[in-house]
C-alpha cells in the first residue's frame, strides 16, 4: 500500500489536471498536505488490530518453574472512508465571456478542490460519524425507553449492540455489534460512557421512562449518520488527554508540549505538533522569550513525511497548523478555547489519510477527466438536460486511520 502525502504525490503527477487539483488541496490545510495516504484498494473501511496487553514476564528462580501465559491480547478497530463529491455547473455562455469553456471548467474543478480540502480538513479534527441508533427491544423491567449514542470504530453490518443492566449494583455493561464479550460493567448513571470488550469501542446510555427494577438487555441496531470521518476530537482516548489546571483553562506553555511529546510513544512514524493559528503564535511568542534564541533556531528543513520543508519546530518536532481546529471549548469563563494535538504520521503509526479507488468505476470510464493518486476523480457530466450548462465532478473517497491510542494525544482547554 502507497502511503506517500498529497505533496509527495504530487510529485509524481504528470496528469495536469490531477496536479491541479492536488495542488488546490495541499495549499489549504498542512495537515492535510502531509498525511501519508495508504490505498484501501475499492473497499470501503478497514479493520486492524490494535496491542492491548503483552505476555506477563516470568521471574523463576534457580530450577523454578515459569509460569505459562496467554495474555498477549489484541482489539480490533475499523476505520471507514466517506463519500466527498462536488457538481459544479459551468453556463455555457458564461464560460465563452470568461474565455472558454476549458478555462471554465479548470476554474471549476479548482473550486470543486478546494471545497473538498477544506471538508477534509475540518472532518479531521471534528468529524463525527454520528450513527443513527434503534432501539429494538428495551428488556429492562420498569424500564420503557433508551437513548444510546455510539462512539467511533464501529461497523453496523456485524449486528446488533447490547446493552445490559444488572439491578443488583445498579451497573451496565456493553458489547458492541461483531464483538464476542461485554466489557467491563460500570455503575450506571444516565448519560454513562461504558466500553465493549474491545475497548476502542463504546457508547454512552440513558436509560429512560419507569423504574430500574430488574435486570434487562437493551439490544440496538446502527445505521449511516452523518457520513462524516471520524476526527480527532473523538478519536483520542481519555488517558491521552491533558486537561487544563487553571479555572478559566490554560495559556499554552513549552511544559504542556513536552507533556504531549511524552504521552505520544508510540515509533512508527515521525511526530508532530498540530495547532490553530492563534497557538501557533503564542508558541513563537515563547520560542523567541527563550533565552539567546533566535526565531530562526526553531526552524528546519525537516518534513513530516520525509521530504525536506520549512516548518516551524520544538524540541525537533514540527509544528503543522490546521485552521479547522475550533476555537469554542469551554472551562469557567472561557468560550473561545482551543485543542493543541500531538501524533505520529504513517501507515503503522498514530494517523494515516486512507482512500478507496472506488471512486472511479468501469461506468466512469467515459465520463473521465483525470483519475489522480489519492483515489482523487474528475469526472465531466456533460450537458445538464434541462439547462445549458455543463456539469464537472469532483470527488474522492477519504477516511482517517489511527492505527495507535499512544500514537496521538490532546491538551485542551488553550486560551490563546
Given at each position: 500500500?502507497?502511503?506517500?502525502?498529497?505533496?509527495?504525490?504530487?510529485?509524481?503527477?504528470?496528469?495536469?489536471?490531477?496536479?491541479?487539483?492536488?495542488?488546490?488541496?495541499?495549499?489549504?490545510?498542512?495537515?492535510?498536505?502531509?498525511?501519508?495516504?495508504?490505498?484501501?484498494?475499492?473497499?470501503?473501511?478497514?479493520?486492524?488490530?490494535?496491542?492491548?496487553?503483552?505476555?506477563?514476564?516470568?521471574?523463576?528462580?534457580?530450577?523454578?518453574?515459569?509460569?505459562?501465559?496467554?495474555?498477549?491480547?489484541?482489539?480490533?478497530?475499523?476505520?471507514?472512508?466517506?463519500?466527498?463529491?462536488?457538481?459544479?455547473?459551468?453556463?455555457?455562455?458564461?464560460?465563452?465571456?470568461?474565455?472558454?469553456?476549458?478555462?471554465?471548467?479548470?476554474?471549476?474543478?479548482?473550486?470543486?478542490?478546494?471545497?473538498?480540502?477544506?471538508?477534509?480538513?475540518?472532518?479531521?479534527?471534528?468529524?463525527?460519524?454520528?450513527?443513527?441508533?434503534?432501539?429494538?427491544?428495551?428488556g429492562s423491567a420498569g424500564n420503557t425507553g433508551a437513548t444510546i449514542v455510539?462512539?467511533?470504530?464501529?461497523?453496523?453490518?456485524?449486528?446488533?449492540?447490547?446493552?445490559?443492566?444488572?439491578?443488583?449494583?445498579?451497573?451496565?455493561?456493553?458489547?458492541?455489534?461483531?464483538?464476542?464479550?461485554?466489557?467491563?460493567?460500570?455503575?450506571?448513571?444516565?448519560?454513562?460512557?461504558?466500553?465493549?470488550?474491545?475497548?476502542?469501542?463504546?457508547?454512552?446510555?440513558?436509560?429512560?421512562?419507569?423504574?430500574?427494577?430488574?435486570?434487562?438487555?437493551?439490544?440496538?441496531?446502527?445505521?449511516?449518520?452523518?457520513?462524516?470521518?471520524?476526527?480527532?476530537?473523538?478519536?483520542?482516548?481519555?488517558?491521552?488527554?491533558?486537561?487544563?489546571?487553571?479555572?478559566?483553562?490554560?495559556?499554552?506553555?513549552?511544559?504542556?508540549?513536552?507533556?504531549?511529546?511524552?504521552?505520544?510513544?508510540?515509533?512508527?512514524?515521525?511526530?508532530?505538533?498540530?495547532?490553530?493559528?492563534?497557538?501557533?503564535?503564542?508558541?513563537?511568542?515563547?520560542?523567541?522569550?527563550?533565552?539567546?534564541?533566535?526565531?530562526?533556531?526553531?526552524?528546519?528543513?525537516?518534513?513530516?513525511?520525509?521530504?525536506?520543508?520549512?516548518?516551524?519546530?520544538?524540541?525537533?518536532?514540527?509544528?503543522?497548523?490546521?485552521?479547522?481546529?475550533?476555537?469554542?471549548?469551554?472551562?469557567?469563563?472561557?468560550?473561545?478555547?482551543?485543542?493543541?494535538?500531538?501524533?505520529?504520521?504513517?501507515?503503522?503509526?498514530?494517523?494515516?489519510?486512507?482512500?478507496?479507488?472506488?471512486?472511479?468505476?468501469?461506468?466512469?470510464?467515459?465520463?473521465?477527466?483525470?483519475?489522480?493518486?489519492?483515489?482523487?476523480?474528475?469526472?465531466?457530466?456533460?450537458?445538464?438536460?434541462?439547462?445549458?450548462?455543463?456539469?464537472?465532478?469532483?470527488?474522492?473517497?477519504?477516511?482517517?486511520?489511527?492505527?495507535?491510542?499512544?500514537?496521538?494525544?490532546?491538551?485542551?482547554?488553550?486560551?490563546?
Open positions: 500500500m502507497a502511503s506517500l502525502s498529497l505533496t509527495e504525490l504530487l510529485k509524481g503527477t504528470s496528469d495536469p489536471v490531477a496536479a491541479g487539483v492536488i495542488e488546490h488541496i495541499i495549499t489549504v490545510d498542512q495537515l492535510v498536505a502531509n498525511l501519508p495516504m495508504v490505498s484501501l484498494g475499492v473497499r470501503d473501511s478497514l479493520t486492524y488490530r490494535r496491542e492491548k496487553a503483552l505476555p506477563a514476564v516470568s521471574k523463576p528462580a534457580s530450577g523454578g518453574t515459569v509460569t505459562a501465559t496467554a495474555l498477549l491480547e489484541f482489539t480490533r478497530a475499523t476505520s471507514y472512508v466517506r463519500r466527498m463529491v462536488v457538481d459544479q455547473d459551468i453556463d455555457v455562455l458564461d464560460a465563452g465571456a470568461a474565455g472558454g469553456m476549458t478555462n471554465a471548467r479548470a476554474e471549476a474543478i479548482g473550486k470543486a478542490s478546494k471545497a473538498i480540502a477544506r471538508t477534509y480538513g475540518d472532518d479531521i479534527i471534528t468529524g463525527n460519524s454520528n450513527w443513527t441508533v434503534t432501539i429494538n427491544e428495551v455510539a462512539g467511533p470504530g464501529h461497523d453496523p453490518r456485524l449486528g446488533p449492540g447490547l446493552v445490559k443492566y444488572t439491578h443488583s449494583g445498579v451497573t451496565v455493561a456493553y458489547k458492541a455489534p461483531g464483538d464476542v464479550e461485554f466489557g467491563t460493567a460500570v455503575a450506571y448513571t444516565s448519560g454513562v460512557k461504558v466500553y465493549s470488550g474491545n475497548e476502542d469501542k463504546w457508547v454512552t446510555v440513558a436509560l429512560t421512562g419507569g423504574t430500574l427494577a430488574a435486570n434487562g438487555t437493551t439490544v440496538f441496531t446502527l445505521s449511516a449518520g452523518d457520513q462524516e470521518v471520524d476526527g480527532l476530537q473523538r478519536l483520542v482516548v481519555s488517558g491521552q488527554t491533558i486537561s487544563s489546571t487553571g479555572t478559566n483553562g490554560d495559556a499554552i506553555a513549552l511544559a504542556t508540549l513536552d507533556q504531549l511529546a511524552d504521552l505520544v510513544t508510540d515509533n512508527g512514524g515521525p511526530k508532530v505538533y498540530i495547532m490553530n493559528r492563534r497557538t501557533r503564535r503564542a508558541v513563537a511568542a515563547l520560542l523567541r522569550a527563550a533565552g539567546g534564541a533566535t526565531v530562526s533556531e526553531f526552524k528546519a528543513e525537516i518534513s513530516p513525511t520525509g521530504q525536506a520543508a520549512t516548518f516551524p519546530t520544538y524540541n525537533g518536532i514540527p509544528i503543522l497548523v490546521s485552521d479547522w481546529i475550533p476555537l469554542t471549548e469551554s472551562k469557567g469563563s472561557l468560550s473561545t478555547g482551543a485543542s493543541v494535538y500531538c501524533a505520529t504520521l504513517g501507515e503503522n503509526a498514530g494517523l494515516a489519510a486512507i482512500y478507496s479507488d472506488a471512486s472511479m468505476d468501469a461506468e466512469d470510464a467515459g465520463e473521465l477527466i483525470s483519475r489522480g493518486p489519492g483515489g482523487l476523480t474528475v469526472l465531466n457530466l456533460g450537458t445538464v438536460q434541462n439547462a445549458d450548462v455543463k456539469r464537472v465532478r469532483v470527488k474522492a473517497y477519504w477516511g482517517l486511520l489511527n492505527k495507535s491510542e499512544k500514537g496521538i494525544a490532546r491538551a485542551s482547554e488553550i486560551t490563546n
